[in-house]
T-cell receptor
Framework: GESVGLHLPTLSVQEGDNSIINCAYS??????FIWYKQESGKGPQFIID?????DKRQGQRVTVLLNKTVKHLSLQIAATQPGDSAVYFC???????????FGSGTRLLVRP | GAGVSQTPSNKVTEKGKYVELRCDPI?????LYWYRQSLGQGPEFLIYFQGTGAADDSGLPNDRFFAVRPEGSVSTLKIQRTERGDSAVYLC????????????FGPGTRLTVT
């Protein structure tokens, strides 16, 4: 399928290394944040979420960090694998209870 | 179980034509969302259905765009008098409960207007 992000910032990492993908969010009213993974030709896939009353949340090989002071979100992927290659989007809820506002995305390339 | 499905996967149409894009949400999901994704960008919200009614259509770009969900399950996004700027991937998502951030996305329909 067509590539989602031909002009996206790209992070290239060696297989087995840790990856850190950053996101600056825009709306001070946001209290819910999600990271999505999108492979070429597919829809976004939920990875991990965090609410504003937390500053860190861990999943399987992934950790999300939230810094509300500077409106910054990061996704850490441990022991990056070739299957992690994709475009990663952060999303926030703004002042909505259902509408998601997506960031512009980062392409992760994993070198074997 | 089956995820969100969208048909067609690709649609090429001429400027000025009418198109319909279909979304089949996950069975039992009450809420349905349409987003549009342009190349190199994140998805942008178009419309949100709670059951059969459009609870929020504030993201629809203009009155050429319309969406329905007559029986509270399948939804159709309709675009009249298509323009080249409408070319994008149209994503559908559904959630079990109304007003949930836990949205499951379909693979999208890639619309190309020539």
């Amino acid at each position: 399928g067509e590539s989602v992000g031909l002009h996206l910032p790209t992070l290239s990492v060696q297989e087995g290394d840790n990856s850190i993908i950053n996101c600056a969010y825009s709306n001070s009213a946001s209290d819910y944040f999600i990271w999505y993974k999108q492979e070429s030709g597919k829809g976004p896939q939920f990875i991990i979420d965090i609410r504003s009353n937390m500053d860190k949340r861990q999943g399987q090989r992934v950790t999300v960090l939230l810094n509300k002071t500077v409106k910054h979100l990061s996704l850490q992927i441990a022991a990056t694998q070739p299957g992690d290659s994709a475009v990663y989007f952060c999303a926030e809820n703004g002042d909505s209870s259902y509408k998601l506002i997506f960031g512009s995305g980062t392409r992760l390339l994993v070198r074997p | 179980g089956a995820g969100v499905s969208q048909t067609p996967s690709n649609k090429v149409t001429e400027k000025g034509k009418y198109v319909e894009l279909r979304c089949d949400p996950i069975s039992g999901h009450t809420a349905l969302y349409w987003y549009r994704q342009s190349l190199g960008q994140g998805p942008e919200f178009l419309i949100y259905f709670q059951g059969t009614g459009a609870a929020d259509d504030s993201g629809l770009p203009n009155d050429r765009f319309f969406a329905v969900r007559p029986e509270g399950s399948v939804s159709t996004l309709k675009i009249q008098r298509t323009e080249r700027g409408d070319s994008a991937v149209y994503l559908c998502a559904s959630s079990l409960e109304a007003g949930s951030y836990e949205q499951y996305f379909g693979p999208g329909t890639r619309l190309t207007v020539t």
